[in-house]
């Protein structure tokens, strides 16, 4: 496996492309997923409905719209590697948060949505040929390959996670 070239996706998601240094995804998908679960288990029902400001979602938007983000990328890649060519638009992850009640979820009920997500999202990355990797589609304005998509499930799960660890660091409330 290798990194995805700059051909490989938009400029829009190198940020989330660089924060995954790792030549092989696969890995790195799986270590996120207990990893990330863990955390979503540890920060209690109160705080979880927190907004620190200046940030305007609560801990559970942001799990909310990870989970989001990752379920429409995974579909993306699905639907590149079954060579659907037709043009995909992109999401408003405020308009998709706004229109979720992600806060009155249970901590449970959303690590269990993750894991699902990211498990299912395994299941067909680890079930790709060579070949299907570098399969691409149109994803808003530009193209992206599946190779590239796995990257930027990976990318943005990190980006959002260091956010949370950061304001969990700063809270005086327990976790």
């Known amino acids: 496996m290798s990194r995805p070239t700059d051909q490989e996706y938009q400029h829009f998601f190198r940020g989330y492309i660089e924060q995954v240094a790792e030549d092989d ?27 620190d400001p200046p940030y305007a979602w609560s801990f559970k938007q942001v799990i909310g719209h990870i989970i989001d983000a990752e379920q429409i990328f995974g579909y993306r890649a699905l639907r590149f590697i079954r060579k659907d060519t037709t043009p995909l ?11 979720a009640d992600f806060d009155r979820l249970t901590q449970k009920q959303l690590s269990f949505r993750f894991c699902s997500v990211r498990n299912a999202n395994i299941a067909l ?31 943005h799960l990190r980006h959002h996670e260091k956010i949370l660890r950061q304001r969990l660091d700063a809270s005086p409330m327990q976790r």
């Open 25 to 51: 995804i696969l890995p790195v998908l799986r270590n996120q997923g207990e990893i990330f679960g863990s955390l979503i288990d540890s920060i209690d029902e109160e705080r979880a409905i927190q907004v």
């Open 89 to 99: 638009a992109p999401f408003d992850e405020n308009w998709y948060v706004s229109h």
């Open 125 to 155: 990355f680890e079930s790709l040929t060579e070949d299907d990797w570098s399969f691409q589609g149109q994803a808003g304005p530009g193209m992206i390959s599946v190779r590239g998509l796995a990257y930027v499930i990976a990318g």
